[in-house]
């Protein structure tokens, strides 16, 4: 131990503890950091001196830590330069937190171009790109994984598409293929995902699949593992836990395993020589990041595939909107099999009032939650020994209004917004029904359905389904899944009853296995929901469940409680995913939705939603001129004051969000224009928090 004498001597040795004796790195001598800073007029890298001592460590890519505005914070340093713009004096980079170069030009650059579609700010993005440091796995010796032969593809999953093969090809010869694949009704979707990241291997390039949860990641890692084997494959998940995460994902940094499966953020996986990114059913919701600036995995996909010239597979049982834009704009190509193949391997599908004959023998059909042809599938589906699969909303009101007759969902006149009752309160008693996005009222409503002047509030579900059903059939198992209950990943083949919500439906062990029946209840209720996608989301829900029947050859039945003359229900029936997503697209453009124009919703308090609304109008910006044909919807009031724990609803608390929507080419410039209403609030230390959303999946 050093004496107090000596010590101060010693420390003077150390050209750490005297900045007055660093010297600037001899070759390179400016360091350009992001700060991890997420404000938005700081949104830029900023110029640093390297210290001589730090020469070797600062490499792009490293975690440093610099002085920012008189403190101590953490930054990834991006680049090594000559010279700097700053006239001033550079500060010094403090220290290098670690010598591993986490952060690679490629994810960077992804990460730039994900916050500016998304009106955000890149260090919100790095957080969720990089996951935290993790200081014991760094200094682990990485773990020797074997260089397995990866197995030959088989190709005859993929030969039942008419594109399916000529796709593999081009994975294989390395060539950037976009595809948006229709998988097959009972289709072994994770095999056939897993042959393509084979193929891929196979041109020496990467692969990246993207999956929408925790299920979906141990089904599609055990396809890969089994041909790639374990050490050729691995998942990325928030479930790992930070030390097992770090660990995996290091290993993907520095080249290790060069396929990875995972949920939404391994979109940003540091893998190189990218051959292959594919997303399994990109309308789902955990596909969309709940934190700022909230990207969508398959935006970020399209992203990454634009930018590293990769191939692009969206694949699912049904099509989005948005996917539908890359077929009809010729970005991607269609992968689906012929009528001849889908109708062999689809259930048969039954909705209500399809037949007259139907509702001679069952008149009560349209009033009854099961009706006759439903216990009829799920009662011939048992006796020959296989589950019923009985899907449930969940239960509960939502505040939204429906016609009272048809039961669709009332939508303002002036913007297609859905209707809702004035917020509990003073002076709501009595008041109209008024419009959640423009806020206009609705003092004479006709359904443009049937046209009934009479309004109800919408229910969904019911939470004693699996008790009724149990009383109705005596002495079979009922199972429930999702819901409050434990999600189910399998159930065995025998016969059962299976209550799931939507998302939560398990699989049938069994090679070949699968349900007898599906039983689609309070399809009204799903359809009816005031969401800008509720007829996509709808359907989506729809084929997943029913994709897990086996074929009508077999006996497969599907019963959807709804309307035969709906037009989804008319896709399920027909099995047609890609028909009604170019029609949702087509009526989304002829009212003026996403994704056929790009929309921004701005919530927070009302003076800091106009502002912004105002700098984007054109109204409170230095240079007024707005996005081409950016039209305000709003704002309206979405919270209600006198909410739990809001304290006496004084107008502080009130929060209210409007819409900004303009053409898609525009969207640039509508993002642009966002991100510099906000670094004008930040920049005068506006102490307001404003929520700022760029497409967001759902607009209710």
């Known amino acids: 131990m050093s004496s107090p004498r000596t010590a101060p001597a010693a420390r003077a040795r150390r050209p750490g503890r005297d900045r007055g004796q660093w010297q600037p790195a001899p070759a390179r001598p400016v360091a350009r950091v992001l700060v991890d800073v997420a404000l938005p007029h700081l949104d830029r890298a ?104 990866p197995a030959p593809v088989d190709r005859v999953g993929w030969e039942a598409y008419p594109r399916g093969g000529a796709f593999l090809d081009a994975l294989a010869g390395g060539r950037a293929a976009h595809a948006v694949w229709q998988a097959l009704p009972g289709e072994e979707w994770a095999a056939r995902l897993a042959e393509a990241a084979v193929a891929t291997r196979s041109a020496g390039r990467s692969a990246l699949l993207v999956v929408p949860d925790q299920r979906d990641v141990a089904r599609l890692h055990g396809a890969c593992a089994a041909l790639l084997g374990e050490d050729g494959v691995v998942a990325l998940t928030a479930e790992l836990g930070p030390a097992e995460r770090y660990r995996r994902w290091l290993a993907v940094r520095r080249g290790s395993v060069r396929v990875v499966v995972g949920t939404r953020s391994a979109a940003f996986a540091p893998l190189g020589e990218l051959g292959l990114l594919a997303v399994w059913d990109d309308g789902d919701d955990s596909h969309s990041e709940p934190r700022a600036p909230y990207p969508q995995v398959r935006d970020v996909l399209v992203l990454r ?5 990769a191939a692009l597979l969206l694949a699912g049982f049904a099509r989005t909107a948005e996917a539908q834009v890359l077929v009809e704009t010729r970005w991607a190509s269609p992968i689906a099999a012929d009528r001849a193949g889908v109708r062999a391997r689809m259930p048969r599908v039954t909705a209500i009032g399809e037949t007259d004959t139907q509702l001679v023998r069952d008149p009560a059909a349209r009033a009854a939650r099961v009706p006759g042809v439903a216990f009829e599938a ?34 303002c006149r002036h913007c297609a917004g859905p209707l809702g009752l004035p917020r509990s309160g003073a002076g709501s008693e009595g008041a109209l029904p008024a419009c959640r996005w423009c806020g206009r009222a609705e003092p004479a409503f006709r359904c443009g359905h049937c046209g009934s002047r ?39 083949p025998g016969p059962a009853l299976v209550v799931a919500t939507p998302g939560a439906e398990p699989v049938v062990d069994g090679g070949g ?20 996608r509720v007829a996509e989301e709808t359907l989506r829900r729809w084929f997943a469940a029913a994709a897990g029947v086996v074929p009508h050859t077999d006996g497969g039945r599907v019963v959807v409680v709804a309307e035969a003359s709906v037009p989804t229900v008319q896709a399920l029936v027909r099995w047609d995913p890609a028909g009604h997503a170019a029609a949702e697209l087509a009526e989304r453009a002829e009212v003026g ?84 209403a906000q670094a004008l609030r930040t920049a005068r230390k506006a102490p307001e928090t404003v929520r700022v959303r760029l497409d967001p999946d759902e607009i209710d």
């Open 46 to 149: 900023f110029d640093y001196r390297v210290p001589t001592h730090l020469d070797d460590a600062a490499v792009p890519g490293v975690r440093v830590r610099v002085r920012f505005a008189g403190r101590l914070v953490d930054g990834f340093l991006l680049e090594r330069s000559d010279d700097t713009a700053h006239a001033g004096k550079l500060a010094w980079v403090d220290k290098v937190v670690s010598p591993e170069p986490v952060l690679t030009a490629e994810v960077a650059g992804l990460a730039r171009a994900v916050a500016d579609r998304y009106a955000g700010v890149m260090a919100d993005v790095l957080r969720l790109a990089v996951p935290a440091r993790h200081a014991r796995v760094e200094s682990e010796s990485p773990r020797e994984r074997g260089a397995a032969e």
């Open 305 to 309: 595939a634009h930018r590293e010239g």
């Open 378 to 411: 799920a009662r011939a589906a048992l006796t020959a020994g296989r589950p019923v699969l009985v899907q449930v909303p969940r239960s509960g009101y939502l505040p939204f209004l429906a016609c009272a007759s048809c039961r669709d969902a009332a939508r």
């Open 454 to 492: 009479r309004l109800r509030a919408g229910v969904v579900g019911a939470g004693r389904t699996a008790e009724e059903l149990g009383r109705a059939f005596p002495g079979v198992t009922v199972r429930t899944s999702g819901g409050g209950a434990e999600v189910l990943d399998t159930v065995p």
């Open 513 to 532: 296995a699968g349900y007898g029946a599906a039983l689609l209840l309070d399809g009204w209720a799903m359809l009816a929901r005031p969401d800008l």
């Open 593 to 676: 939705f996403p994704p056929a124009i790009r929309m921004a919703s701005v919530e927070g308090p009302p003076a800091a939603v106009a502002e912004i609304c105002d700098a984007v109008l054109g109204t409170g910006r230095v240079d007024p001129s707005p996005p081409e044909g950016v039209e305000l919807l709003g704002p309206v009031e979405i919270d209600p004051p006198d909410r739990p724990g809001a304290g006496h609803g004084t107008a502080d608390e009130v929060r209210e969000r409007a819409l900004l929507r303009v053409p898609r080419r525009a969207g640039r410039d509508l993002a642009r224009a966002l991100h510099d």
